[in-house]
């Protein structure tokens, strides 16, 4: 039998835009039974529960978060499976040192079986690795610069990419969003 493909998606937005709230609900709505946050600051996710990097290979149910991870810490997380797994402020995984491990996470996702949620305010924040491996990304209102990511996504990507910003920004609706299926481009 073959694994399901998993889900990556990258939710990108402007502060108030609604993207925490709309992450919470898929993650209530879908009944994931196993939701792993990776927080850098420690600031948000304040409903979920703190646990320590060496807790996450006995992580088998419920809501947690882990905050502030090294390169070390962050390579734990290819002990999580069969879950979703939530990374916040994309700002934070573009650092250098954090870059290889994340890698390793992301080419893992399918034979771990997890999903993936990254949250950023642009996609000028979202480390080039996340966008190679996207499933879909969600849209709201943003002020992007999509000239960096010319290294990361071929041109039909970001003309699409480009389109749907510009309908959501039109949008009078504060919280207006759109969802991108990365295989349809």
């Not at 209530?28 to 948000?44: F, H, I």
Request: proline fraction near 3%; charged fraction near 25%; aromatic fraction near 8%.
């Amino acid at each position: 039998m073959s694994k399901r493909q998993s889900l990556f998606f990258i939710i990108v937005g402007t502060n108030g835009t609604g993207k925490t709230t709309l992450l919470n609900n898929i993650l209530s709505e879908t009944n994931r039974d196993k939701v792993l946050v990776v927080e850098p600051e420690g600031l948000e996710w304040q409903h979920y529960k703190e646990i320590s990097y060496d807790q996450i290979a006995g992580f088998t149910k419920g809501k947690a978060k882990v905050v502030n991870p090294s390169p070390e810490e962050i390579e734990q997380l290819m002990d999580f499976n069969n879950g979703t797994l939530v990374l916040d402020d994309c700002r934070y995984y573009a650092n250098k040192r954090l870059q290889t491990a994340i890698r390793k996470i992301l080419i893992r996702r399918r034979q771990n079986a997890v999903d993936v949620f990254a949250v950023a305010h642009g996609l000028s924040e979202v480390p080039p690795d996340f966008l190679t491996f996207c499933t879909h990304i969600i849209m709201f209102k943003t002020n992007d610069w999509l000239q960096r990511l010319r290294n990361s996504a071929d041109r039909e990507q970001i003309q699409v990419i480009k389109q749907v910003r510009e309908k959501v920004n039109a949008d009078t609706n504060p919280h207006s969003f759109r969802v991108i299926s990365m295989k349809d481009i």
